[in-house]
């Protein structure tokens, strides 16, 4: 036993001087470090997908529009906007801005990223942009690009026409599918977000440095338009296992764990929760079971799966990190009491999918395990590094799937809209219902607020009963902060926002 002992005591130490001698020196005080676990997928604001990827291109680019401290919706490239009396055109005039190359950026670089976004060919998720007029049937080849309601007028004046009015356009245009890209950078050469030697952004951060599942490294951008309101100098984003961040976080070696760039271990959560830097914050998202509904085409066993396992006992004593129980999709106050049923699937077999890490690993362990008890069902768990479990999902190369989702802003829209067409890269369950479709474009032309969602509320129960995806609980975001860290923003669309952020 004592053998054993030593033998984990040096492998932990020798892990944490790993990790410690990837950590850029802190002589600067400006220097905020943290943990993203993994790779991101990519740093091209037309391509991310999972919240790190999203977290990190909001750091190094701004769109017109960006979330401000009060969480309201603030110019931001955007000088100002004009919006047409029938709710339909939109004419932004843009700040005198630069690229982080020091390269005026104009509304045709605007123009270029969100067209280049909706060509047929360009691998990305494109469905949010389907909002603009003639965007869809673009990317369907049945329209030419150039027919899209995206035009630059002249450097600093941007039209946007939309197919119908949208009352969440301007909460849309702080994502980053709606980010532009150096339009110049992006002809010369494609691959210039994987080249800390080609990276161009022009958000309050640029990129310094990126090794490969290792530590990206961002400095100050000294051309952003804002530059005299951020303080830190620099970031590092290490890629460690949640063991050794919480051990290099009590070492001083990071400033934040856990939320929303990782997770804090269940196993510490309870000790944790006594410490002066422990924080709890709300999150507008939701933890369910994506179904393959062409593998799993059966709508019966799929709704009998719903009623399968014990959601209270899942946040309350497996999580335990103040999650609620639900079986909705769009966020609810309240924890919701679901009824389990008994069946018996004995001859039946599944496989449930899942991102490796602690937390999904003791989340599907223990659906494991009621899935045998209340049906009788016999599911294996396969874990897998996230990359591949994204090919996975977009190929339908699965059956059930752990995922979560966490809007980007708050409206039910930005929930509901990604399950909308079967083939838009965030439904990954292959099932589509036109009268779903319908409800959510009818709520695109109801003004009033409360017809809106009672619109949207019907869409959520036709997604609800025909089970593409089975809604386990509310998330919360749990994390560590110094107490030196001062005016960090952590939104409940699970945005970490470092710009006005600094150490005393």
């Known amino acids: ?101 020091g390269k ?149 070696q990071l400033d934040i764990a856990g939320s929303p760039y990782s997770s804090i271990t269940v196993d510490s959560l309870n000790e944790l929760k006594k410490d002066k830097n422990y924080h709890v914050s709300p999150y507008f998202g939701t933890s369910f079971l994506r179904v393959n509904s062409k593998k799993i085409s059966d709508l019966n066993f799929r709704k009998d799966l719903i009623n399968a396992f014990d959601r209270k006992k899942i946040t309350e004593h497996v999580l335990q990190g103040g999650q609620l129980a639900t079986s909705k999709l769009i966020p609810v106050k309240k924890e919701m009491d679901v009824p389990i049923f008994k069946k018996d699937y004995r001859a039946k077999k599944i496989t449930l999918t899942y991102v490796s890490n602690d937390r999904s690993h003791i989340l599907a362990q223990a659906l494991q395990r009621d899935f045998k008890e209340n049906l009788n069902l016999n599911v294996s768990l396969k874990a897998m590094e996230r990359k591949t479990y994204y090919e996975k999902l977009k190929s339908l190369d699965y059956e059930l799937a752990l995922y979560s989702w966490i809007a980007d802003f708050s409206d039910p829209i930005d929930f509901l809209n990604v399950f909308k067409y079967k083939d838009s890269s965030t439904n990954n369950t292959g099932w589509e219902n036109e009268s779903f479709i319908k409800l959510l474009e009818d709520s695109e032309n109801v003004l009033d607020d409360k017809e809106r969602k009672k619109l949207l509320k019907q869409a959520e129960e036709i997604l609800l009963s025909e089970a593409p995806i089975i809604p386990i609980y509310h998330l919360t975001q749990n994390f560590l902060k110094k107490e030196t860290l001062k005016d960090i923003n952590l939104y409940p669309s699970g945005f970490l926002d470092l710009k006005y952020a600094y150490f005393e």
Not at 63 to 69: D, H, Y
Not at 71 to 80: F, G, L, M, Q, R
Not at 215 to 221: A, D, F, G, L, S
């Open 1 to 101: 036993m004592l053998k054993k002992f030593f033998i984990t005591l040096f492998i932990t130490t020798l892990i944490l001087i790993t990790a410690c001698s990837k950590n850029i020196d802190k002589k600067n005080k400006q220097h905020l470090t943290l943990n993203i676990v993994s790779e991101p997928q990519s740093l091209d604001p037309r391509k991310v997908r999972d919240l790190n990827a999203v977290n990190l291109s909001k750091l190094l680019f701004d769109g017109l529009m960006r979330v401000s401290k009060t969480k309201d919706v603030e110019c931001a490239i955007a000088k100002s906007y004009k919006i047409s009396e029938d709710k339909r055109t939109y004419t932004f005039t843009l700040k005198d801005a630069y690229w982080s190359n």
């Open 104 to 252: 005026k950026l104009t509304a045709y670089d605007f123009e270029y990223t969100l067209k280049s976004n909706l060509m047929p060919e360009f691998a990305s998720n494109a469905s949010s942009l389907f909002i603009f007029k003639g965007a869809k049937k673009a990317k369907n080849r049945e329209i030419l690009i150039d027919d899209i309601g995206i035009k630059a007028i002249d450097e600093k004046t941007l039209v946007f026409e939309l197919k119908k009015p949208c009352p969440y356009f301007l909460n849309l245009l702080t994502c980053p599918s709606f980010f532009a890209v150096n339009k110049d950078m992006d002809q010369k050469n494609p691959k210039w977000a994987q080249d800390k030697n080609n990276f161009v952004s022009n958000g309050a951060f640029t990129l310094d440095e990126w090794k490969q599942n290792d530590v990206i490294t961002c400095k100050k951008n000294e051309y952003y338009w804002d530059k005299d309101k951020v303080k830190l100098q620099k970031l590092s984003f290490l890629m460690l296992t949640n063991d050794v961040e919480l051990n290099m976080f009590e070492l001083n």
